[in-house]
């Protein structure tokens, strides 16, 4: 079975500094989804940024980006220039590329943005 | 804009009392999703509906059933809530076959058992 794990349950960074959060995976399967969902306190959770396994080169989407080591099952989200509206806690999540449609969350990473 | 909702944002129900929670989507997606997410956790995957058929995960609780009428509409049927049911319950979407495979989440209904 497919399993996530985050390992800092919370952090905290000053404003417009640079964070990394960290993600491991482990699966057997070679095609697969890899996600970072943001949840604000007491708002909807979002999608912050994918990416397929199949690709070699690290997706970014603004001021977000990842760190996707396939072999050693690793990706983490580093956010630059954090601002005060990143504060929440952030999912890292995993789908197979086969029918079985589940995602597999972590438990998440809090982080809060120092002023 | 095309979007899951929600309804209510807010729900009180009494101890055992049945409550069923509502969810639509104008997102035309496949496969939709019940969560039950608890303070500081991960969400955890109560059941999914991919087209019509009902898939349930193996720790759920019998006192939680779903229903999918139609593409549009899924809602959540608690029989007989308990104090540990209140949680927030968040409903997803997703099309399957699509390259992106990623969910989208409705804002969540905030359940409350008194």
């Known amino acids: 079975a497919q399993t996530v794990t985050q390992s800092q349950p919370e952090m905290s960074v000053q404003e417009a500094e640079t964070v990394t959060l960290s993600c491991t995976y482990d699966t057997s399967e070679s095609d697969y989804y890899l996600f970072w969902y943001k949840q604000p306190p007491s708002r909807q959770m979002i999608l912050v940024i994918r990416q397929e396994a199949y690709k070699q080169q690290n997706a970014t989407e603004n001021r977000f980006s990842v760190n996707f080591q396939k072999a050693a099952k690793s990706f983490s989200l580093k956010i630059s220039d954090s601002q005060l509206g990143d504060a929440a806690m952030y999912f890292c999540a995993y789908r197979s590329a086969n029918r079985d449609d589940k995602i597999i969350f972590g438990k998440g990473t809090r982080l809060h943005i120092l002023p | 804009d095309a979007m899951v909702i929600q309804n209510p944002r807010y729900q009180v129900t009494q101890f055992g009392k049945p409550v069923t929670l509502s969810c639509s989507q104008t997102l035309n997606h496949n496969v939709m999703y019940w969560y039950q997410q608890k303070s500081s956790q991960a969400p955890k995957l109560l059941f999914h509906?991919?087209?019509?058929?009902?898939?349930n995960e193996a720790d759920t609780p019998d006192n939680f059933q779903s229903r999918r009428p139609n593409t549009s509409f899924c809602f959540l049927d608690i029989r007989s809530p308990g104090l540990g049911d209140a949680a927030m319950y968040l409903c997803?979407?997703?099309?399957?076959?699509?390259?992106?495979?990623?969910?989208?989440f409705g804002p969540g209904t905030r359940l409350t058992v008194t």
């Open positions: 509906y991919y087209d019509k058929d009902f898939n």
């Open positions: 997803a979407t997703s099309r399957a076959g699509s390259l992106n495979y990623e969910q989208y």
